[in-house]
């Protein structure tokens, strides 16, 4: 057996106005080349880049809503390296200070985000029949003609490669994760997570089939078996612990969610508060953050300290929260042994299987977990299989243009490296690239012929000056932070709390920020109907099936919608005040969708009605009982569905134009 280990490096290009280091606009996807363009994206000699502030801004955002901490001071490095789409021979990238640093998502540690420039965009003709083509590893594209490029059509087929600018300075992030990710699927939750953040920030679009997002998996496996000690912070002062130490693995990760959901509030509060105030400030911070969010807790909780099970005093813990995990709030230069064994102490007095000290005094926050090792083998334990092996080889596999992609190039590596090690031969240190079509990885370069990149810092570009203390905030932080919306992690809670939704149905109605937005509109109408019960599941399913059915099939998003929110609702409330069947509010919604009219007016224009007389419906009713005995023993039997069996009948016999709950009504009568 082998642990798979997984890194990911994400590229995201920003959606600004204008490119990284000039006014050029921001526009990749412009058809016509070499349009935007200017002397400093083409790399002329002796031109001055400038740093784009709506770029930095939107990475400081993204940076915040992933709980990270903002660099007060950041700057500029120069990346060497020559590729024929980087005419300056140098990237303008950031090395050694990074804009972001820390930070957590889908529970996977985020190691930086920092900001560059996108590289032109190389276009291959096709090749010559049997002439040798330029290599490389960039997208090839062959649907545009050589007419469109006003290039000698005679040209295209000697396999020449032609440079597009466009691209060449657009601002760029990149995003690097720790090696946290222990699988292909977590892999593309973490990309969906943060194509989603992205988009609801509006920072980019981030299409991975455009090339908005790009994805770089770092892979690689090691054996499970001897493990070697390593000075995780995980693992308290072990020769402290009792007997029962060899039975705890330490493989685990206690209460995963919990602690990394918490660990994003206590970044948060470093990152408001900063590192300059007492312990106090720190609590009351971080009581106000759990109350915000809905976290239980008790502050200060009184336990008895004893001695050889004898109670001799009591002391005092910060917080306790949710009854599972104990946290002590420190503000020193760091958290010594002493710390640790006093919080594992703790936890073991009052019983519960997680601590964690949280240091606020340096600029980066510093925290431990301690594993209650009577509880390290529990349910509440979770896989992890980190840090207590060394780390394998890793490979890097690039080329991963959609989420597909993503799964199945980590997939297919994993297994590659599994038969590698079973063989008995040694993973190479490379770099590999998906193959779609042959759906494998093949080798680009390896370790021997890496990069030295050279990096040194920009000489043409200031360092960046972010500290809020120092009162020379160019950029508003806190301006940026209240930009940010509701994100998507509580937006989906929120949904499930408020609307009383399915955690699927949260999820998927908040997968798009418009598409929430026009649920939530919508509900807030609904609720003004006097309906029996406010069913804001039928409200969502008629979102997310019926309506998203119609959206795609006539590739309408959200904002080009005709119908409102309110239409929409109105719609769904005749439906639950059993005004309209289902039937019917089908066609009626495929016509307020092309009409945009409300639905009330296109049943009166259509001559759609419900068919509310009771005699009629009586008839109905009789003749259904008559044709289906069966179903009326059953109903009689106490079959629950029998009854909507004939309810169904009873529909179909008015083509739909019938109320379900009148009928319902009258089945019930007769059948007494
Ligand atoms: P490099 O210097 O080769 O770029 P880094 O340490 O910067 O390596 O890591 C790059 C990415 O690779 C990060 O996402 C990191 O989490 C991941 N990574 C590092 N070591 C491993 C490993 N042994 N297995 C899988 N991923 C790894
Ligand atoms: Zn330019
Ligand atoms: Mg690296």
């Known amino acids: 057996m082998y642990l798979p280990t997984i890194g990911l490096e994400i590229h995201i290009e920003l959606k600004t106005a204008t490119k990284m280091f000039c006014g050029c606009k921001n526009n990749p996807e412009e058809p016509q080349p070499n349009v935007n363009v200017c002397p400093i994206c083409l790399a002329h000699p002796g031109t001055l880049p400038v740093p784009n502030r709506e770029a930095i801004g939107a990475v400081l955002k993204l940076g915040m809503a992933l709980g ?10 120069r990346k060497s390296y020559f590729y024929p789409d980087l005419p300056k021979g140098y990237q303008i990238s950031q090395y050694e200070e990074p804009l972001v640093t820390g930070g957590i998502l889908n529970g996977v540690r985020i190691t930086r985000i920092h900001l560059e420039e996108d590289t032109a965009r190389l276009i291959h003709s096709a090749p010559r029949p049997n002439g040798d083509r330029i290599k490389t590893n960039k997208k090839r594209i062959f649907d545009r003609n050589s007419v469109e490029f006003g290039v000698d059509s005679s040209a295209n087929d000697s396999g020449a490669t032609y440079v597009d600018f466009n691209r060449a300075g657009v601002p760029l992030m990149e995003l690097v994760t720790e090696p946290d990710v222990k699988n292909a699927r977590e892999a593309v939750q973490f990309a969906a997570g943060l194509q989603r953040i992205v988009r609801y920030l509006g920072i980019s679009d981030g299409d991975m089939e455009k090339g908005h997002m790009r994805v770089e998996a770092n892979v690689s496996i090691r054996p499970n078996g001897d493990r070697i000690e390593t000075n995780a912070s995980i693992r308290p002062n072990s020769d402290r612990i009792e007997a029962n130490s060899d039975r705890m693995n330490d493989d685990r990760i206690v209460l995963k969610d919990e602690s990394y959901r918490l660990m994003g509030l206590l970044f948060e509060v470093q990152n408001k508060l900063g590192s300059v105030y007492k312990e106090k400030n720190y609590q009351d ?10 976290i239980s807790y008790e502050r200060e909780k009184r336990v008895p300290l004893k001695l050889d099970g004898k109670a001799i005093s009591d002391f005092f813990v910060d917080f306790l929260i949710d009854g599972k995990i104990l946290l002590e709030v420190k503000a020193t230069k760091f958290i010594t042994q002493e710390d640790i064994r006093q919080v594992l102490r703790y936890i073991r007095e009052v019983n519960v299987p997680l601590g964690i000290v949280a240091n606020f005094r340096g600029d980066k926050l510093e925290y431990k977990r301690v594993i209650n090792p009577t509880f390290a083998q529990d349910s509440v334990g979770f896989d992890r299989n980190s840090s207590a092996s060394p780390l394998g080889t890793k490979v890097e596999v690039k080329n991963l243009n959609s989420f597909k992609a993503v799964h199945d190039a980590i997939e297919h590596e994993l297994e590659r490296q599994e038969h590698l090690l079973e063989r008995g031969e040694k993973i190479a240190q490379e770099t590999r690239g998906w193959n779609e079509k042959k759906g494998v990885t093949e080798s680009q370069r390896s370790k021997e012929s890496a990069h030295d990149y050279r990096y040194f810092p920009e000489p043409d570009i200031p360092p960046l000056d972010l500290s809020a203390q120092a009162g020379l905030t ?7 932070r209240q930009e940010i919306p509701e994100l998507p992690e509580a937006k989906r809670r929120r949904f499930e709390a408020e609307f009383g939704l399915a955690p699927e149905q949260a999820e998927l109605i908040t997968e798009d920020m418009a598409f929430a937005d026009y649920f939530e509109q919508a509900a807030s109408e609904f609720k003004t109907y006097s309906l029996p019960t406010t069913d804001y599941q039928l409200l969502c399913n008629y979102l997310t099936s019926d309506l998203r059915g119609l959206m795609n099939e006539k590739g309408t998003d959200v904002t080009g919608l005709k119908m409102t929110p309110e239409h929409f609702a109105h719609l769904v409330a005749l439906v639950a005040e059993g005004k309209l069947s289902s039937r019917l509010a089908k066609d009626l919604l495929a016509k307020m969708f092309e009409t945009g009219e409300d639905p009330e007016i296109i049943m009166k224009e259509s001559g759609v009605r419900v068919i509310g007389d009771e005699s009629e419906l009586d008839k109905i009713v009789g003749e259904v009982i008559k044709k289906n005995p069966k179903a009326v023993g059953d109903y009689k039997k106490g079959k629950g569905n029998a009854l909507q069996f004939l309810v169904g009948q009873a529909m179909a016999n008015t ?8 009928l319902r009504g009258l089945f019930e009568k007769k059948m007494k």
């Open 474 to 480: 160019k950029w508003d932080l806190e301006k940026l």
């Open 68 to 77: 990270g901490t903002i660099a007060e001071r950041s700057h500029f490095d």
């Open 655 to 662: 083509k739909g134009q019938a109320s379900p709950e009148k």
């Open 285 to 294: 911070a971080i009581e106000e953050v759990l109350k915000r969010e809905e």
